[in-house]
């Protein structure tokens, strides 16, 4: 799988591989059960390529998986214990990670998340936060093999979803 950053000229087919995504979750147990053009939105499309914040796995020139790597804490932690507190400038946090339906069950998770890890080490990041959908267990033991520690659930809210628990997890780079 080619691995590399997004660009305008993807944004195209970024938003649908998003759909493919968004479409399937009906068929998912477990899903993050995101909404085309609340979130994610053109702006959020946009925004992560322009900030050079958007990943993409490539096979066959198809998009396979994608993920965003955001400088800075997410202000929707600002209330959680963190077990390895870290500066916010020195935190990054995985959003829309995600791998195509048909393109499951053969290692391009693995391999996108680590290319992500890798990402993130490389710009000198200590630490990586992120969300799951509580109850999304497939998702948090993706993470777990990953050295992620869960660190606390706490209730959000989201634009697409409204209130919802999730489950907040780190991990030291």
Not at 20 to 32: C, M, T
Not at 82 to 109: A, M
Not at 113 to 134: M, N, P, R, S, W
Request: aromatic content about 14%; cysteine-free; overall charge negative.
């Amino acid at each position: 799988m080619e691995k590399r950053l997004a660009q305008l000229s993807d944004l195209n087919n970024l938003k649908n591989f998003y759909q493919e995504v968004i479409d399937h979750q009906k068929l998912d147990e477990y899903s993050p059960d995101w909404h085309m053009g609340i979130y994610p939105g053109d702006q959020d499309f946009l925004s992560h390529i322009n900030n050079k914040e958007f990943y993409i796995g490539l096979e066959d020139n198809r998009i396979v998986s994608a993920g965003v790597l955001t400088d800075g804490d997410d202000p929707i932690y600002n209330k959680v214990k963190w077990i390895n507190p870290v500066k916010s400038e020195d935190v990054t946090v995985i959003h829309l990670f995600t791998v195509s339906p048909f393109y499951r069950k053969k290692g391009y998770s693995k391999e996108m998340f680590q290319y992500l890890l890798d990402t993130a080490k490389e710009k000198g990041f200590k630490a990586i936060h992120l969300d799951v959908a509580y109850g999304n267990i497939p998702a948090e033991k993706l993470y777990a093999k990953f050295g992620f520690q869960h660190t606390d659930t706490i209730d959000v809210y989201y634009e697409d979803t409204g209130d919802m628990k999730a489950v907040i997890m780190e991990k030291l780079l």
